[in-house]
């Protein structure tokens, strides 16, 4: 019983650590792909890809780190919801999930987008119907990554927030702030591209919480054991 009970609290300490990781990695990951992005394409939408003769490699580079985030999102998504069990509300879970799959999807349409474009560009530099796919192409990217997959973000944000609300696994100061950034994710009209930065700095904070809080129960835990039993 006691082997079992160790087994058990084993567990329980690895789990959050291992969603913390993997949300660090995945916001890592994420921010220094859109900075990239973000320093190399010009803001301006209605630009002609002149940026491609010096900045393709750049941006090549930022695309590449986009499925390891991927997977470590999905991960993060998965252990988060372990962590939660039974105490997992079913209508909350399923929003939580479902615009957490969204974002990705959005984010690797977007992406897979970026990777189309420089490479019809670099077959056809300076075609006129390459001009045309490249302006069209940019704009759907645009309306991808700065409205629709924003949007999906913010409706994960909200929806993990509320569960932590309801199970009382995240201090209430955290989950104000979370709905604060998920309402200002909802309600913004594309007011910057960095505003894209938001939520994954979020996940940064949250997962950084999350071990920070783990390694403090591991030591207490060890502290438990160490000590004397008075019996």
């Known amino acids: 019983m006691a082997k079992a009970t160790k087994n058990l609290t084993s567990r329980e300490l690895k789990t959050p650590r291992a969603a913390a990781l993997a949300g660090i990695f995945f916001a890592v990951l994420t921010i220094t792909a859109q900075v990239l992005i973000r320093l190399s394409v010009p803001t301006d939408t209605s630009d002609t890809g002149a ?4 900045q393709a490699s750049t941006v090549s580079l930022a695309l590449s780190m986009v499925p390891f985030a991927g997977i470590a999102f999905l991960w ?13 509300d079913q209508f909350f879970s399923t929003v939580f999930f479902g615009s957490g799959l969204l974002y990705l999807s959005l984010t690797f349409v977007a992406a897979a987008l970026a ?8 077959l056809r530099p300076g075609n006129a119907a390459g001009a045309i796919t490249y302006a069209f ?3 759907v990217m645009y309306q991808i990554s700065n409205v629709y997959a924003l949007r999906m973000s913010g409706v994960f944000m909200i929806s993990l927030g509320t569960i932590w609300l309801q199970t ?22 594309s007011l910057s591209v960095w505003f894209t930065l938001i939520f994954p700095a979020w996940v940064f904070v949250i997962s950084m919480f999350i ?21």
Not at 76 to 88: A, K, N, P, W
């Open 51 to 54: 940026w491609l003769s010096g």
């Open 76 to 88: 993060f998504i998965g252990v988060v919801r372990d962590r939660l069990g039974h105490l997992e």
């Open 115 to 122: 990777g189309s474009l420089l490479a019809d560009t670099s």
């Open 137 to 139: 192409g940019r704009l």
């Open 168 to 189: 009382e696994t995240m201090p209430r100061w955290l989950v104000f702030i979370t709905y604060a950034l998920a309402l200002l994710l909802l309600v913004s009209i």
């Open 211 to 231: 071990l920070v809080g783990n390694l403090r129960t591991r030591s207490a835990s060890a502290s438990t054991e160490s000590s004397p039993d008075p019996a």
